[in-house]
């Protein structure tokens, strides 16, 4: 038991290490006062019985990400989705425009740049997302006053609630312990872990056999998912490096051996999460614009939809292309080739330079490539489940994307404390 808590209380003990946790932990209650905040002009209760009566469809999905203010019209209802939306545009723009490329390698000042755009662009889709939840619940019947004042408020509030939430994961980063979207994400999820238990104990009550064979077969196949989540983000494939002697005054450096660490999982749950939001724009989209039927965008919001045999096969294709994007993005082989060459390294085979990063490129591909089935495997396997079951099993949906965010972010942060730990001599969370 010493075991597990000592690193935290090691943690606790380094004054600037504690001020950033506690500064993180003060910004989420802040983050979920506002989910708890129930915005003026709404029936919570139809919005959750239309919650309830859709399960399993992208609503849900929403609903996970903002932590149920989705479901309960809460000021923080569009959560983090609009600036997560907005930083997958902005890094595809950032690839195909050559203005923003040369912005990104301005160094500081352009990233700076940059992130100004993003806010602008999620401002921008908050405003859409929100005019668009708006049109749900007067259609539907939620509203207890269909004015166009009550309209304005409503919209007003929560595009101004999802700026806030922009602005709350940017302090994370600034003063936090990590990366600010990632950890709202992931108090979020785990914030709906009470529903799951109520869930668990709902099936316990009814008495049959299937009524204690499913939450202990979904318990265990859960707990098989968190291992090789785990396994599998922790694996990394060695590439050997070898230093050549080199004479530097009267002093000797290098002849030594070494190696190059490529993590298996190296674009870790962000492919899952940019594919899950791209997939949500079409049903964002019907809010706005209701499909009328045998209509071709009826047509279109139903092939996308998550309960069609297609949404599947479309989010695994998707975070596989995702998961090459951002490993794209994220590491230059030629970049480091070239950083192996000034130093004196090689890779034994190889010679430095180019034919290095083709091989570096070669392996890179192969790894990323079963990190991301990986990934899509276990954010799918739900969702099969969920089709084959006719939704007889609500909330399953979009576990797998959930319990994947949750291992991503947790073994995310406890590597950031350990990295920091280690600095001053104390043994990390990971070891």
Do not use: H
């Not at 399953?396 to 994947?404: K, N, Y």
């Amino acid at each position: 038991m010493k075991s597990w808590f000592t690193p935290f209380i090691n943690a606790m003990k380094l004054p600037d290490l504690r001020k950033k946790i506690v500064y993180t932990l003060v910004v989420l209650l802040i983050y979920r006062i506002g989910v708890a905040i129930p915005m003026p002009f709404v029936s919570a209760d139809v919005l959750n019985l239309y919650m309830f009566q859709t399960g399993g469809s992208m609503f849900q999905y929403l609903n996970i990400l903002s932590g149920g203010a989705f479901a309960n019209a809460t000021l923080f209802a569009l959560g983090i989705s609009p600036y997560i939306t907005s930083s997958i545009v902005m890094q595809l723009l950032t690839v195909a425009i050559p203005a923003l490329e040369r912005m990104q390698k301005e160094g500081e000042d352009g990233r700076k740049k940059i992130t100004q755009i993003t806010r602008y662009v999620t401002v921008a889709l908050a405003l859409i997302t929100s005019y668009g939840y708006y049109m749900l619940m007067r259609n539907q019947g939620m509203l207890v006053n269909n004015g166009w004042f009550a309209g304005v408020i409503i919209v007003a509030c929560y595009c101004a609630g999802s700026s806030l939430v922009m602005w709350l994961g940017e302090k994370i980063n600034e003063n936090g312990i990590g990366n600010g979207i990632s950890i709202i994400l992931f108090a979020n999820i785990v914030s709906g872990g009470a529903g799951a238990v109520t869930t668990i104990i709902g099936f316990f009550r009814r008495g049959d056999v299937w009524g204690f064979v499913i939450p202990i077969a979904a318990l265990i196949i859960a707990l098989l998912m968190v291992y090789f989540v785990v396994f599998v983000t922790e694996s990394e494939r060695r590439l050997p490096v070898v230093y050549a002697k080199r004479v530097v005054g009267r002093k000797m450096y290098g002849g030594q051996s070494s190696n190059l660490p490529l993590k298996l999982n190296m674009s870790g749950v962000m492919p899952v999460i940019f594919a899950n939001s791209i997939l949500a724009i079409p049903a964002t989209l019907a809010l706005i614009i209701p499909p009328k039927d045998g209509s071709f965008w009826d047509g279109t919001v139903r092939f996308l939809s998550s309960d069609s045999w297609f949404y599947p096969l479309i989010l695994f294709i998707f975070i596989i292309a995702f998961g090459y994007f951002y490993v794209l993005i994220s590491f230059n082989p030629l970049e480091v080739s070239n950083n192996l060459k000034n130093n004196g390294g090689s890779i034994p085979g190889f010679r430095p330079g180019r034919p290095t990063a083709e091989y570096i490129t070669k392996v890179l591909n192969k790894i990323t490539l079963i990190g991301s089935l990986f990934l899509s495997v276990v954010a799918i396997f739900p969702i099969i489940a969920n089709i084959i079951s006719n939704n007889a099993v609500r909330g399953i949906a979009f576990g797998g994307t959930s319990l994947l965010i949750v291992v991503g972010v947790a073994l995310e942060t406890a590597r950031e404390v350990e990295a920091q730990m280690s600095l001053r001599g104390y043994r990390g969370f990971l070891e």
